[in-house]
């Protein structure tokens, strides 16, 4: 009989074959593909109740040395295994109702699957080599989905921008896992979780956060992740939810004794997740697509699991992560109902009074919302509270958690009352089948995961300001003034996407683009230039050569045996009757000379 847990690495391989059958034979996707993610949850669902005796391993091959291509299971690789799987489960099904109707369908859920397995490839990697390995994957495969629709230029742009963005966070990962290679001979995590402080491991510690700011969306790196808005929102609840934008908060957590042995990587951390929160929540407040209003919660709530995590609060940061894949996942899906309800629409000024056309979807965005501003009672609220607990001991960081706590209270009130009440404006339908009986599952979580998360020694007095504050967010939302100089910052995105369109874009790429072009033109092409005028020079050189000395040698030797034979030519006349005479005056010649002598 085979045994689920020794073969506990098998869980990523489901969703690769999946993908490659899909494929290989293009049919049977929207089984195939659920299938084979099913079948990673079930397995890592066996392994997580099962005991274990401590942390699994299994090692497949020896890349290098140091470079072991091992699996390592333990308490929160399984976790994320769970929350990965189980997420992607629901939103492969609720997928084959919404993407019915694309062109590609085949193609959708072969990346899907991939994006899955580099997942659980990330998760289950008992060192960062692999985890690399696990973290490209997932930039790929969601370069692949956001570019989904790639005959449309806009959606061709964004998904390049997410890509080259993720790319330039990872180049300070692969950095920071080099010197570490060099200090440790390896890059174990339990290895790494023991080197003793320094400078070295200190540069290692914030290479290594800065590839957590590009995959989690972070100052200085988030600006990207708005912008993958254009795919399918299937892909932005699985990205969103929790798999590719919480890989950074994974990765701290499995780091966390390496980062509290370097607490200033730490408190940088925690000061990038505290800005960044507080910056998209105020984006967020003043957005009107619905799709990027989720987006930049988003950003904000990884925020407040970098400002955990920095703090040494690594418990907190993965129990929001927890309760953050179900009421994130739900507002996406649900979102995705009413975007397709309205064909398309997104603008959320142009929604409203949809209460009544979706009933059951105005209930679970509710219940989602809800859990994300962190009403009493609901998952989002405890978890919210353990961060806000792990900040109390810094009042800055208490006040901005306390005030994206309100902002985010304030823009999911200001989200629905827009949708769903007032007048309207369109015709809808109430989504089923798929599209529906999947969101309970993540209503439930929603609801109730809170009550299983890792609850210390209750502060009373964190809990209730955490919920006047939240409730007064959701109560000021919907009539909530922004100041006009605010509010334009604010829509504006604080300038920072314009400062990086202007850098990056305008001075770099098009000014450096006609710099290149000089360089090119006057400097590059000398090169081939020079050799080629050398060539050249010594081809007219070999050939004046070839022409007047070697030619010419042939020329007077010939010249000189046409000079020398003139007096045999002279007598060469081809007449018989010159032959004979010269014949016969030879004799009379020779005759006389003879009676002579």
Known sequence: ????????????????????????????????????????????????????????????????????????????????????????????IYSIGYMAKEPGFWRYFACLNLFVFFMLLLVLASNLAVLFAGWEGVGLASYLLIGFHHDRPTVNRNANKAFLYNRAGDAGFLLGTLILL???????????????????????ALLLALGATGKSAQLPLFVWLPDAMVGPTPVSALIHAATMVTAGIYLFARLAPFLAANPD??????????????????????????KRILAYSTVSQLGLMF??????????????????????????????????????????????GLRDKMPWTFRLMTLAALSLAGFPGLAGFFSKDA????????????????????LTGAYSSRMLWAVFFGTY??????????????????AIGSALAGYFGPHGELAWGVMLTSAL?????????????????????????????????AVLVHAVTRKGARAAN????????????????ATTTLGLLLGWFDRFVVDGLVRLTAALFSLSSYPLRLVQSGRIQHYALAMVLTLALTLGWYLLA
């Open 387 to 406: 961060i806000l607990v792990a900040a109390l001991k810094y009042p800055v960081f208490f006040a901005i958690a306390l005030s994206v706590s309100f």
């Open 469 to 501: 504050v939240s409730l007064s967010g959701l109560y000021f939302g919907r009539s909530l003034r922004i100041p006009v100089v605010l509010k334009q910052l604010f829509a504006r995105r604080w300038f920072i996407n314009d400062a990086y369109e």
């Open 425 to 442: 404006q369109r015709d809808a339908h109430e989504a089923h089948g798929n599209m529906l009986h999947t969101l309970w599952p993540l």
């Open 182 to 204: 060099s200090i440790a001979g390896n890059v174990e995590f339990s290895t790494i979780n023991k080197l003793p402080a320094s400078g070295l491991t200190l540069a290692a």
């Open 265 to 290: 990587a730490g408190l940088v951390i925690a000061i990038l997740g505290a800005a960044t929160s507080l910056i998209a929540a105020t984006i967020a407040a003043v957005e009107h697509d619905i």
């Open 307 to 352: 400002l955990a995590a920095g703090l040494g609060a690594t418990e907190a940061a993965m129990f929001h992560v927890t309760t953050h894949a179900f009421f994130k996942a739900l507002l996406f899906l649900t979102a995705g109902n009413i975007i397709h309800a309205l064909h398309g629409e997104q603008d959320i000024r142009y929604m409203g």
């Open 1 to 92: 009989m085979v045994n689920l847990v020794a073969n506990f690495w098998w869980i990523p391989l489901y969703p690769l074959f999946g993908a490659a059958i899909i494929a290989f034979i293009r049919r049977g996707a929207s089984v195939i593909a659920p299938l084979m993610v099913a079948l990673s949850f079930i397995h890592g669902l066996i392994v997580y109740s099962s005991p274990r005796g401590g942390t699994l391993d299994h090692t497949l091959t020896q890349w290098m040395p140091g470079l072991p291509f091992r699996f390592a299971a333990d308490d929160l690789s399984l976790l994320m295994v769970l929350i990965v799987s189980g997420i992607g489960l629901l939103i492969h």
């Open 518 to 533: 000089w360089f090119d033109s006057n400097l590059v092409d000398l090169i081939p230039h020079v050799p080629s005028s």
